[in-house]
């Protein structure tokens, strides 16, 4: 009996020893899964390493067209308007004839002025056989020298009367050309501002000639952007700058052109620089006067930094992006910005090359998140990925959505 008392106290001394070693046990795997629960993993972000690139830009500038070729018909001589041979509105071509201004009375005034000239030279000929035959005379004493004198004299007047009929018989068919007024550019006539039978003199106006193809546009280009395209012209010559003319409406079509004239002076009051370029317009798709906007194309701005538009943030001090230190730790860094180019957002301080940046979408980032680096495999990619992601996570919304009606309807 007392045997079997020790035996019972010793089982309760080891069933009591094991449960104090399983507990401890437990505590020590209870605080390992904690350990663990609190240290995240690394967190996977395409990262880019900073380095200087040239970006092409994407700008358009407002301007307003132009016709450089614009011309105004007047009246060049005096008389009825009797004849117009258009209809306003209608494209004209060089030379056609518009107008006709009294020319009958041109007609015989160049008549006139042919037969004096005719009878100038008459008179030349005539003086010129004089001249002859007192010089003959001469040698045989048969004339003085002073009536020698005399014919040679009425010679040199009769070559300048010749000379005077020649000029106002030119003057006369120059006023009979001014009769008939006609297009001295290609383009659309406007209104006739003159009626048929009104008395015209020189200086009226009588209508407007706008060529449409092509037309020409001058614009300001801001300093920076002057001096980026003066250095891209160190390559090129002006005319292959390519620009295009975004027409207006919702159906996004241009039209093209290229680049005529960079102004070689910054203006003092708008720091901008004068730009012309020329567009061909075959189809009358925009006219002078009209307001539009010029992109030119293959603008960059050179050796800058830049950032994928969706690696930015705003921090509390602005603008920030993700730097990963030596740990790949991420750290919040406030930047400048600077232009847009197309998916680049151009920095001008904060960061600096060779430095490591986030360049995935930083939702969920916070100061300290480690960072397991992706390769950086271009801004589309990345683009295609968000959206994929995005597109994902949508369609796992609406499925949840009917369960949860379901639930609550049940």
Known sequence: MTTFIKRGRGGLVALAAGLVLAACGQQESSEQQASAQGEAPPTPKPVMEMARQDLPLEKSYPAKLRSDDEVTLVARVTGFLEERHFEPGEMVEQGDSLYSIEPDLYEAAVAQREADLESARAELARAQRDATRFQQLLSQNSVSRQQVDQAQAELNVARASVSQAEAALASARIDLGYADVTAPVSG????????????VQPGTSLATITPLDPLEVRFQLPQEDAFALRQQLRDQPIDAVDAWLNLPGEGGERLAGHLDFLGSRVDEATSTVQ???????????????QFVRVQLE???RFEVLAVPELALTQGLMGPQVYVLDEDDKARARTVQLGEIAGPWQILTSGVEPGERVVVGDPAGLQPGTTIAPQPFEGVEQIVEKN??????????????KPEAEGDAGA
Do not use: C, W
């Open 298 to 300: 293959g603008m960059k």
């Open 188 to 199: 659309m006539i406007g209104l006739s501002e003159v009626n048929l039978g009104n008395l």
């Open 387 to 400: 959206a994929e992601q995005g597109a994902e996570q949508g369609a796992s919304a609406q499925g949840a």
């Open 275 to 289: 730009a012309n370029a020329t567009f061909a317009n075959p189809d009358a798709r925009v006219l002078p006067g």
